[in-house]
Structure formats: structure tokens, C-alpha cells
């Protein structure tokens, strides 16, 4: 009879002290180091940027933003093929990550990585310095139409979504001559606009916000659905009769072979950081969506938005 009081103390120790291992359990490694191909200033830059500092109390990480520019994110997604598969390295995924392989036949593709989670969906906006004479997207695009060759369109790199609505505008509009110019990231492009070298920038809510508030930028349209809540008295690309909508999504990526002890701490971790009400009230300020999947759910999308790029890109004649 006491063996067997002993026996049934001695499972609920373990069974205790189990419990208490793996509610406990901290992330394999102290330091992260998050890859972005932006520029300091863009879009995934701020991206990571915000989110770290609420993610390095919760995960008890240190985290470090690495800026690798260069081939649209070619040298990104190559230095993240070279990394470990240990959860010490991933790359904030956006849709240049697909497209980048599928425009300049790069040796690298989404294939070679691993789709771990996402966390955003982000609206997609054209703006224009405060005293720019167009006062909306049409006007600028009409102006474009109207002399060949003196419109000045900015996006980001070659291969980024902002190229492809740029290239979207040209094609719902018939202009044949506009002058595009790419830069590696929206903190660049941003500056050009504020110089008033170019008519107007493709980015987002995000990357503009703080020059919004200042007075200096001023929004001539969204590529959403419908009007953002944020900035109701914005019309959508469509409401202007340019048929375009597009939206930016925002995870992370590591390389292939990540151990499923990783992808578990990260696919809690993210609901979390979501939940935070002082990120929330950050996030929602820059209009971001909150679009958490799980690794099960974000590989296959990837996958899917890779076609439909590919798609995109045949029908306006980008690729072959």
C-alpha cells in the first residue's frame, strides 16, 4: 500500500514537473536575426522594426533587423538559403519574394525556402507630395496619357508589388510611354516624392504616416476593395475607374528544414503579438490587417499567390 502511495507521488512529480518543463520552455536561441532586402525607412523595415519591440519581452529574444539590399531581394533570399534551419535567421516575406525569381530568373526561389507563418495583409496606397497639382490618381495618370513620356511614376524594386500596380495602371489606362523609376525601398521612393521628382509613389499607409500627420504627403488613392477606415475620405483606385486592387501580404520565412519546435513558439507567438493592445493601436494607426496562418495555411497561399503572380505578370506582358 505505501509503494503504491509512493508510485502514484512519484507520477505526479513527473507528471508536475513535465508540465512545468514544457509551459516554461523558452526559445531555443537569445539572438534572432530577422532579414529584410528594405531599405531603412520602407515597408518591411518598419515592419519588423515595430514588431520586435513588443516581440523580444514576450519571446524573451534579442532580435536584430538586417538590411540585405541588393537584386530585389535576390541577395535577401540567398543569404537565407545559406543559413542555419535552426531558428536563428528568417526573411519578412512579401510578394517580392515570388516575384523576384519570376522576372529576373534568379538562382533562388520561394522552393527553396521554408513559408513559416504570416501576420498582415497591407493596403496598398498612391500619394503625392501636399502641393502637387494632382489632386487625385486619375489626374495624374490622365496627365500621363496625355504626354507620353513626362509622367514620373515611383515604386519600389523591379520585381515588387508596387511595380506590378504601376504596371496594372499603364495597362487599364493604354499609356504606353510613362517614366518608372524603382528603388530598393519606401524610404527612398518616399524622399523623391517629397522632392517633388516624381508625380506620385506606390507604397503604404506605413511607410507615409508619420510625413501624413507632418502635412507634407497627401494620399490620392487606395487599392483596396473598399475605402480604408483609417482614411475615409480617400477613394479606392476603382472608384476613379482605374480597375486595380491590390494587397501586400506580410510573414515570415525561414529556410528549409525548420525544426517543428520553432514553428510552434512562432505560431504562438504571433497570435500574441496580434493581441497586444498597444501594438494593436500601433498597427491599426498604419491601417495594417491583422491575417495570422499558420505554417499549414501560409505555405499553401504562397504557393497560390505565386501562380496568380505569374498569371499578373503574363497577362500585362511582363514574362513570357
Given at each position: 500500500?505505501?509503494w503504491?502511495?509512493m508510485?502514484?507521488?512519484l507520477?505526479?512529480?513527473?507528471?508536475i514537473?513535465?508540465?512545468?518543463?514544457?509551459?516554461?520552455?523558452?526559445?531555443?536561441?537569445?539572438?534572432?536575426?530577422?532579414i529584410?532586402?528594405?531599405?531603412?525607412?520602407?515597408?518591411?523595415?518598419?515592419?519588423?522594426?515595430?514588431?520586435?519591440k513588443?516581440?523580444g519581452?514576450q519571446?524573451?529574444?534579442?532580435f536584430?533587423?538586417?538590411?540585405v539590399?541588393?537584386g530585389?531581394?535576390?541577395?535577401?533570399?540567398?543569404?537565407?538559403v545559406?543559413?542555419?534551419?535552426?531558428?536563428?535567421?528568417?526573411y519578412a516575406?512579401?510578394?517580392?519574394?515570388?516575384?523576384?525569381p519570376?522576372?529576373?530568373?534568379?538562382k533562388?526561389?520561394y522552393?527553396?525556402l521554408?513559408?513559416?507563418v504570416?501576420?498582415f495583409?497591407d493596403?496598398?496606397?498612391?500619394y503625392?507630395?501636399?502641393?502637387?497639382p494632382?489632386?487625385?490618381?486619375?489626374e495624374?495618370?490622365?496627365y500621363?496619357?496625355?504626354?507620353p513620356?513626362?509622367?514620373?511614376?515611383?515604386g519600389?524594386?523591379?520585381?515588387s508589388?508596387?511595380?506590378?500596380?504601376?504596371?496594372g495602371?499603364?495597362y487599364?489606362?493604354g499609356i504606353?510611354?510613362?517614366?518608372v523609376v524603382?528603388?530598393e525601398?519606401?524610404?527612398?521612393?518616399m524622399?523623391?516624392?517629397l522632392?517633388?521628382?516624381?508625380?506620385f509613389g506606390?507604397?503604404e499607409?506605413?511607410e507615409i504616416?508619420?510625413?501624413?500627420?507632418?502635412?507634407?504627403?497627401r494620399?490620392i488613392?487606395t487599392?483596396?476593395?473598399?475605402r480604408?477606415?483609417?482614411?475615409?475620405d480617400?477613394?479606392?483606385a476603382?472608384?476613379?475607374?482605374l480597375?486595380i486592387?491590390?494587397t501586400?501580404?506580410?510573414?515570415l520565412?525561414g529556410?528549409?528544414?525548420?525544426?517543428?519546435?520553432v514553428?510552434?513558439a512562432?505560431?504562438t507567438?504571433?497570435?500574441q503579438l496580434?493581441?497586444n493592445p498597444?501594438y494593436?493601436a500601433?498597427y491599426?494607426?498604419d491601417a495594417?490587417?491583422?491575417a495570422f496562418?499558420?505554417?499549414k495555411t501560409?505555405a499553401?497561399?504562397i504557393?497560390?499567390?505565386?501562380?496568380?503572380?505569374e498569371?499578373?505578370?503574363?497577362s500585362?506582358?511582363?514574362i513570357?
Open positions: 500500500m505505501l503504491k502511495k508510485s502514484l507521488s507520477l505526479v512529480f513527473i507528471l514537473a513535465g508540465f512545468a518543463v514544457s509551459a516554461g520552455a523558452e526559445y531555443p536561441h537569445k539572438t534572432v536575426i530577422l529584410t532586402h528594405s531599405s531603412p525607412g520602407g515597408g518591411s523595415d518598419l515592419f519588423l522594426r515595430n514588431a520586435v513588443f516581440l519581452p519571446m524573451g529574444i534579442n536584430v533587423v538586417k538590411n539590399r541588393g530585389s531581394g535576390a541577395k535577401a533570399m540567398a543569404k537565407l545559406a543559413s542555419p534551419p535552426d531558428g536563428t535567421y528568417f516575406s512579401t510578394p517580392t519574394f515570388l516575384m523576384t519570376l522576372v529576373g530568373k534568379t533562388y526561389t522552393r527553396d521554408e513559408s513559416m504570416n501576420v495583409l493596403p496598398m496606397v498612391a503625392t507630395r501636399t502641393d502637387s494632382f489632386k487625385t490618381l486619375a495624374a495618370v490622365a500621363a496619357k496625355k504626354n513620356g513626362k509622367g514620373k511614376w515611383g519600389a524594386n523591379p520585381t508589388l508596387e511595380r506590378q500596380i504601376l504596371e495602371l499603364k487599364v489606362s504606353e510611354k510613362v517614366a524603382s528603388f525601398g519606401g524610404g527612398d521612393l524622399l523623391s516624392v522632392g517633388g521628382t516624381l508625380d506606390i507604397g499607409p506605413g504616416g508619420s510625413q501624413i500627420d507632418a502635412g507634407k504627403l494620399m488613392a487599392f483596396t476593395e473598399k480604408l477606415s483609417v482614411f475615409p480617400v477613394p479606392t476603382r472608384e476613379q475607374g480597375d486592387v491590390k501586400k501580404f506580410r510573414g520565412t529556410p528549409k528544414g525548420l525544426p517543428q519546435n514553428v510552434k512562432w505560431e507567438a504571433i497570435p496580434l493581441a498597444k494593436k500601433q491599426e494607426k495594417l490587417v491583422p496562418m499558420d505554417q501560409f499553401p497561399y504557393a497560390e499567390r505565386s501562380a496568380d503572380i498569371t499578373y505578370l503574363k500585362m506582358g511582363v513570357k
